[in-house]
T-cell receptor, first 113, second 117 residues
């Protein structure tokens, strides 16, 4: 089945710097790759997603890139702010008619003022 | 519009006890999921449902049972709780299949923290 690896597990940056989180997946049939943000004590929420027919997607300060050949995708956050501090999860859809999400283990991002 | 509501939010059980977590959604979503979240392990899928009356196993189904008798409710049961089931449980719903042609965003509940002693 699908396996998703996420790196790094923790990331600390200065306010205003960029942050990059990388994920790899194993199933070449996966076609949907979302990113969820979970603030401390809160529920995960979708921040951006990308489908396999697109190489890059951007939404203000966040962007996601996908390399289908290498089976990896990345989250890029520019001009980081303290409110970006959270745990970020990548995920990949499984193949087949159900298409469930398999999540990475998460990256704890800390943005220092 | 409450979204996804989980009950209870906190519970402490003794080994061997049983309990049921209730998830209710008011968005008329077809798909519902139960995940568990453990430190350093991310979110792991326990069971899911693609519609009323259906259930299926996820990544870590052992020790859990589910039921979806009504479209808006998805119940997660622990028949004989074990310390390894100490976790935060998240329910989620989605209007479409996550990998389908239309967005499959998961809407999560606030989580239920379960401790098994």
């Amino acid at each position: 089945g699908e396996n998703v690896e996420q790196h790094p597990s923790t990331l600390s940056v200065q306010e205003g710097d960029s942050a990059v989180i990388k994920c790899t997946y194993s199933d070449s049939a996966s076609n949907y790759f979302p990113w969820y943000k979970q603030e401390l004590g809160k529920r995960p929420q979708l921040i951006i997603d990308i489908r396999s027919n697109v190489g890059e997607k951007k939404d203000q300060r966040i962007a996601v890139t996908l390399n289908k050949t290498a089976k990896h995708f990345s989250l890029h956050i520019t001009e980081t702010q303290p409110e970006d501090s959270a745990v970020y999860f990548c995920a990949a859809s499984t193949a087949g008619s159900q298409g469930n999400l398999i999540f990475g283990k998460g990256t704890k991002l800390s943005v220092k003022p | 519009n409450a979204g996804v509501t989980q009950t209870p939010k906190f519970r402490v059980l003794k080994t061997g006890q049983s309990m049921t977590l209730l998830c209710a959604q008011d968005m008329n979503h077809e798909y519902m999921y139960w995940y568990r979240q453990d430190p350093g392990m991310g979110l792991r899928l326990i069971h899911y449902s693609v519609g009323e009356g259906t259930t299926a196993k996820g990544e870590v189904p052992d020790g859990y049972n589910v039921s979806r008798l009504k479209k808006q409710n998805f119940l997660l049961g622990l028949e004989s709780a074990a310390p390894s089931q100490t976790s935060v449980y998240f329910c989620a719903s989605s209007p479409f299949r996550v990998s389908g042609p239309v967005t499959g965003e998961l809407f999560f509940g606030e989580g239920s923290r379960l401790t098994v002693l």
